[in-house]
């Protein structure tokens, strides 16, 4: 490619990013004017359900609230009056935005920061790719560089956190059964549906306090922007009346003493070693040319590494590293054999005569560059179906752990398996295949929009079991999408979906035995 082209193109996607950014959680769309959040059930048991990392909730000591008739605990009502009776009108379109529920906004934001960070590194001037750094986050190229695996990992851990912290919550909340605010106090203004729900600790400050650890870590260089939508979730939760200072304080300390055991496990994962080394790009190339195979190679000038080839050796959240082995599929066909020619074929046909229909497929599953991914565009559709049913904080936390502990998973196993196999993409095997969208830097086989997809449709249809069949058929799309597109075969998109919902029933197998049903 021209340089000044790929250039002008660097700048398009860096300013479509910061567009994004700009708009903050303009990127949801549909859940701007999100009801506030309102449970048909609060889960006053969710205490007992079973956590992901944590033994169990008594792993994070919360100290025993102040009574509601000292001075201390009246000094924090008056707080929330002082607030309330000077009141602004950008205050209170806060309480709105944060009111549709923590989970939901902290997901938001979170897509945000990966679409921000989802951004390829340009060549060195020597022709070497340099790669993102933790240690110096705001250096070229900026860390992380969320590509799919990456995001996946994120979202799971965010969300699997949340989850357990949650639980925890719930735990003490029954235990000190401390009334909210409004109950003690019953000319409080309440800007928010009530709860009978004990309002020590705060759910939404224990959101709030799990996010901001565990973004610390995954996205170093947007700390100033984290703590300021931190302190606009706190702030809104006092003028709201739905928290007193001590709820809020208790909340976030319990989040981010949770949150610290998640980092630990991410310190830990083998997540840093996926970029792999020269070395190790060389052997999976002679790996597959000693099967007697083609191997994939990076069509990009100059030939950019694969993308985090490693990074099946990821420890996963659903099952053991031997599980994920033997959830590896079969080969791919033979490059020579008459079905891979005949699979060829079909993505040239494809390609050379697309339908208006096809291509807005193709653009509506591309997720590719300066997007939330794959896994955060099904993080989205989850959100708004979620928002329909009316579920509690803690189930909102539990459902979207169960969607992103599927689609990390799923990630592993998908990366596994192409760079086990090695395969090319239909755009090397015919060069006269021209894509109708960017053609990803990474082996054929299996698809990862397929695998994700797999996995998503399969939870989130035992989760909302009246929607399986559109999320099947979504899955569906998503995959003929990256036919439709030319850059995969037939064969890696039925395979992918079959491994993707090979990996969500493990996460359906978990949702059976977690108490929450």
């Given at each position: 490619m021209n340089k000044k082209l790929f250039l002008y193109q660097v700048c398009i996607v860096v300013a479509a990013a910061a567009i994004i950014i700009a708009c903050n959680k303009d990127i949801v769309g549909r859940t701007d004017n999100a009801p506030a959040l309102a449970p048909t059930n609060i889960d006053s048991n969710a205490g007992t359900w079973k956590p992901v990392l944590l033994a169990a909730p008594t792993d994070i000591v919360v100290a025993t609230p102040i009574a509601t008739n000292t001075p201390d605990y009246i000094a924090q009502i008056n707080e929330i009056k002082s607030a309330q009776a000077n009141i602004t009108p950008e205050e209170k379109k806060m309480v709105k935005y944060w009111s549709a529920g923590a989970i939901l906004r902290w997901n938001e934001i979170l897509r945000e920061l990966v679409a921000k960070h989802n951004l390829p590194p340009y060549q060195n001037p020597d022709g070497t790719y340099p790669i993102p750094s933790a240690a110096n986050p705001l250096a070229y190229p900026q860390f992380p560089f969320s590509n799919p695996p990456y995001a996946a990992r994120a979202y799971a851990y965010v969300s699997a956190a949340q989850y357990d912290a949650l639980v925890t919550a719930w735990y003490y909340k029954k235990q000190f059964n401390r009334a909210a605010p409004y109950k003690v106090d019953a000319t409080l203004q309440v800007l928010v549906p009530k709860s009978e729900l004990p309002s020590y600790p705060s759910e939404d400050a224990v959101v709030e306090g799990t996010a901001v650890e565990m973004l610390k870590l995954l996205f170093p260089g947007d700390q100033d922007?984290?703590?300021?939508?931190?302190?606009?979730?706190?702030?809104?939760?006092?003028?709201?009346?739905?928290?007193?200072?001590?709820?809020?304080?208790?909340?976030?300390?319990?989040?981010?003493?949770?949150?610290?055991?998640?980092?630990?496990?991410?310190?830990?994962?083998?997540?840093?070693?996926?970029?792999?080394?020269?070395?190790?790009?060389?052997?999976?190339?002679?790996?597959?040319?000693?099967?007697?195979?083609?191997?994939?190679?990076?069509?990009?000038?100059?030939?950019?590494?694969?993308?985090?080839?490693?990074?099946?050796?990821?420890?996963?959240?659903?099952?053991?590293?031997?599980?994920?082995?033997?959830?590896?599929?079969?080969?791919?066909?033979?490059?020579?054999?008459?079905?891979?020619?005949?699979?060829?074929?079909?993505?040239?046909?494809?390609?050379?005569?697309?339908?208006?229909?096809?291509?807005?497929?193709?653009?509506?599953?591309?997720?590719?560059?300066?997007?939330?991914?794959?896994?955060?565009?099904?993080?989205?559709?989850?959100?708004?179906?979620?928002?329909?049913?009316?579920?509690?904080?803690?189930?909102?936390?539990?459902?979207?752990?169960?969607?992103?502990?599927?689609?990390?998973?799923?990630?592993?196993?998908?990366?596994?398996?192409?760079?086990?196999?090695?395969?090319?993409?239909?755009?090397?095997?015919?060069?006269?295949?021209?894509?109708?969208?960017?053609?990803?830097?990474?082996?054929?086989?299996?698809?990862?929009?397929?695998?994700?997809?797999?996995?998503?449709?399969?939870?989130?249809?035992?989760?909302?079991?009246?929607?399986?069949?559109?999320?099947?058929?979504?899955?569906?799309?998503?995959?003929?999408?990256?036919?439709?597109?030319?850059?995969?075969?037939?064969?890696?998109?039925?395979?992918?979906?079959?491994?993707?919902?090979?990996?969500?029933?493990?996460?359906?197998?978990?949702?059976?035995?977690?108490?929450?049903?």
């Open positions: 922007y984290i703590q300021q939508k931190a302190a606009e979730h706190r702030r809104a939760r006092i003028i709201a009346g739905a928290n007193v200072r001590s709820d809020i304080e208790a909340g976030e300390a319990l989040g981010k003493a949770v949150a610290q055991k998640f980092t630990a496990r991410a310190r830990g994962d083998r997540a840093g070693a996926a970029v792999g080394t020269p070395t190790i790009w060389a052997k999976l190339e002679t790996d597959c040319m000693a099967r007697g195979e083609t191997p994939w190679y990076s069509l990009e000038i100059p030939k950019r590494p694969p993308m985090l080839p490693v990074f099946g050796k990821t420890k996963a959240f659903l099952f053991d590293s031997l599980t994920a082995l033997s959830l590896r599929p079969a080969p791919p066909p033979a490059v020579g054999s008459k079905q891979m020619k005949d699979e060829t074929e079909e993505i040239y046909q494809m390609v050379k005569t697309p339908t208006r229909e096809r291509t807005a497929i193709v653009q509506f599953w591309a997720d590719g560059v300066a997007t939330s991914t794959p896994p955060g565009h099904w993080d989205a559709i989850a959100a708004e179906d979620f928002i329909a049913k009316g579920f509690s904080e803690v189930r909102w936390a539990r459902n979207m752990a169960l969607l992103n502990m599927s689609l990390m998973d799923a990630a592993i196993v998908c990366w596994d398996t192409k760079n086990y196999y090695y395969n090319p993409r239909p755009t090397q095997l015919n060069p006269a295949i021209k894509t109708l969208t960017g053609i990803p830097n990474f082996p054929s086989y299996i698809s990862g929009h397929s695998t994700f997809s797999g996995a998503a449709a399969a939870i989130l249809g035992h989760i909302i079991p009246e929607r399986a069949t559109a999320y099947e058929a979504m899955a569906q799309e998503a995959s003929m999408s990256r036919m439709y597109g030319g850059i995969h075969f037939r064969s890696d998109c039925s395979v992918g979906l079959t491994v993707g919902k090979n990996v969500g029933a493990y996460a359906i197998e978990r949702a059976k035995t977690d108490g929450a049903e």
